[in-house]
C-alpha cells in the first residue's frame, strides 16, 4: 500500500513539474528581460523612495539563500545551459522532486537514512539535469568557435567592422554560437560598449579559448592593432588547444574506464545475486547490521569514484 501511495505522489510531482514547465511565460520574453538586466552598468544605482514593506515569510528563505549567491549560481548555470526559466520555478521543482524521493524510499526501505538519501538523490536530478545541459552546449560551443573566428577574419580582411562579422557570424552558426552572439548584438544595440558585451557572453560561456577572444578585442579596442590577423592566429591557438584535449582525454580513458568498472561492480554483483540468489542479498536490505554494512558500503564506493575522479582531472 505504501509503495501504490509513493507511487502516486511521485506521478503527481511529475505532472506538477510539467505544468509548470509549460506554463512559464515566453521564452522570448524571458530572453529580453535577461538581456535587459545583463545590460546594466555597474554603476548605474537604483534609488527607490517607495515606502518599505514587511517582508513576507515565504520570501524570507530565497532571500537568504540569494545572499548566500546560491540560487545567483543557480540562475547563472541555468544561463549557462541555455535554460531561460525563473529560478523559482527551478527550486520549485527541486523541492518536488526532493520530497517525491523522501516518500518513494520511505515507502520502499522504511529506513530513514535512505530515505533522506534517495530524496536527495532525487533533489540533485534538475540539478544534474543543468549540468548535464551546461557541459554539452559549453563543448558544442568551442567546436564551432574555431569556424567563427575564421569567418570573422575573412570578414575583417574584407573591410568590414567588427559588429558586421559578428552579424555574419550569427547569421551562419546556429545555437549556442550564433544565439550567444545574437544577444551580444542586442545589447550593443540598446548602449553597451562591445568589450562589455563580449565580457557578459563571457559570464555566460565561462572558456579560457572565449576570454582570449575578448582580451583581444579590449586590447585592439584601448591601443588599436590588426584585430584580423589577431583573431587568425586566435583561431589556431583555439584549435591547437582542441587537439591537446582530444590527446589528454584518450590517453586518460584506460585509467577512467577502469575506475568505472570498478565502481560500479559492487552494483553489478548486488544485482546479479539478487536475481540468482534473492537470500543473500535480503539480509543486507532487512537485517540491522546489514543495513549498516549497505550504508558503508555506498559510502565507500561513493568516495572511490569522487578520488579517482580528482585524480584523473587534469589542468592545463
Known amino acids: 500500500m505504501d509503495f501504490f501511495f509513493a507511487t502516486g505522489v511521485f506521478a503527481l510531482v511529475f505532472i506538477g513539474a510539467l505544468v509548470v514547465m509549460t506554463a512559464r511565460g515566453g521564452e522570448s520574453d524571458q530572453k529580453q528581460n535577461l538581456i535587459r538586466r545583463m545590460a546594466r552598468p555597474d554603476e548605474e544605482v537604483d534609488v527607490d523612495i517607495t515606502r518599505k514593506t514587511r517582508v513576507r515569510e515565504s520570501g524570507q528563505l530565497l532571500a537568504i539563500l540569494w545572499k548566500l549567491n546560491l540560487l545567483r549560481k543557480l540562475e547563472e548555470n541555468m544561463w549557462q545551459a541555455g535554460i531561460y526559466m525563473r529560478v523559482s520555478e527551478m527550486m520549485l521543482i527541486i523541492v518536488l522532486m526532493f520530497f517525491a524521493g523522501l516518500f518513494l524510499g520511505q515507502a520502499v526501505w522504511h529506513d530513514l537514512i535512505f530515505a533522506a538519501a534517495c530524496g536527495v538523490a532525487f533533489g540533485l536530478m534538475p540539478v544534474m539535469y543543468i549540468r548535464f545541459r551546461r557541459l554539452r552546449r559549453m563543448k558544442a560551443f568551442i567546436q564551432q568557435l574555431p569556424f567563427a573566428l575564421d569567418l570573422m577574419k575573412s570578414s575583417l580582411e574584407a573591410g568590414h567592422s567588427l559588429n558586421r562579422g559578428l552579424q555574419v557570424v550569427v547569421q551562419e552558426f546556429g545555437d549556442p554560437l550564433g544565439s550567444e552572439f545574437r544577444t551580444v548584438l542586442e545589447q550593443t544595440r540598446i548602449g553597451l560598449p562591445l568589450p562589455r558585451a563580449l565580457e557578459d557572453m563571457l559570464k555566460r560561456?565561462?572558456?579560457?579559448?572565449?576570454?582570449?577572444?575578448?582580451?583581444?578585442?579590449?586590447?585592439?579596442?584601448?591601443?588599436?592593432?590588426?584585430?584580423?590577423?589577431?583573431?587568425?592566429?586566435?583561431?589556431?591557438i583555439v584549435r591547437t588547444r582542441q587537439r591537446l584535449r582530444l590527446q589528454i582525454k584518450a590517453l586518460t580513458a584506460q585509467s577512467r574506464m577502469g575506475g568505472m568498472i570498478v565502481g560500479s561492480l559492487p552494483i553489478v554483483v548486488l544485482g546479479a545475486f539478487s536475481l540468482v540468489q534473492p537470500g543473500y542479498a535480503a539480509v543486507l536490505f532487512h537485517d540491522p547490521t546489514g543495513l549498516k554494512i549497505l550504508k558503508t558500503a555506498i559510502v565507500l564506493d561513493a568516495l572511490a569514484f569522487i578520488t579517482i575522479r580528482r585524480l584523473l582531472k587534469l589542468k592545463y
Open 205 to 236: 560561456v565561462p572558456e579560457d579559448d572565449l576570454r582570449l577572444l575578448v582580451v583581444a578585442v579590449k586590447v585592439q579596442t584601448d591601443v588599436g592593432s590588426s584585430l584580423a590577423g589577431i583573431v587568425g592566429r586566435l583561431a589556431e
